[in-house]
């Protein structure tokens, strides 16, 4: 795996996207170039900053319910045609 490869797929390797093999790919190429170990150490702490820094809000049982009554008529909607 070269530099441009691993940049690209830095955001799926990060966020547990990728397949085993691209991953252990991605973790041969952090261990031996230093310059992409740093991008990478750089772009997790900052997903993990953003992370922290974002509130979570936790919708109501209410709005549950209404979605999935929403998906259900939909679903019954597109089985009938």
Same mark, same amino acid.
């Given at each position: 795996?070269?530099?441009?490869?691993?940049?690209?797929?830095?955001?799926?390797?990060?966020? =547990?996207?990728?397949? +085993?093999?691209?991953?252990?790919?991605? #973790?041969?190429?952090? &261990?031996?170039?230093?310059?992409?170990?740093?991008?990478?150490?750089?772009?997790?702490?900052?997903?993990?900053?953003? =992370?922290?820094?974002? +509130?979570?809000?936790?919708?109501?049982? #209410?709005?549950?319910? &209404?979605?999935?009554?929403?998906?259900?008529?939909?679903?019954?909607?597109?089985?009938?045609?």
């Amino acid at each position: 795996m070269n530099c441009e490869q691993a940049i690209k797929l830095m955001d799926g390797y990060l966020d =547990g996207e990728l397949d +085993p093999i691209t991953s252990q790919a991605i #973790e041969q190429h952090l &261990r031996d170039c230093g310059h992409c170990d740093q991008a990478y150490k750089t772009h997790g702490s900052l997903i993990h900053a953003i =992370g922290n820094a974002t +509130p979570y809000f936790k919708a109501s049982a #209410e709005l549950r319910e &209404r979605i999935q009554s929403s998906l259900r008529d939909e679903t019954t909607e597109h089985a009938v045609r």
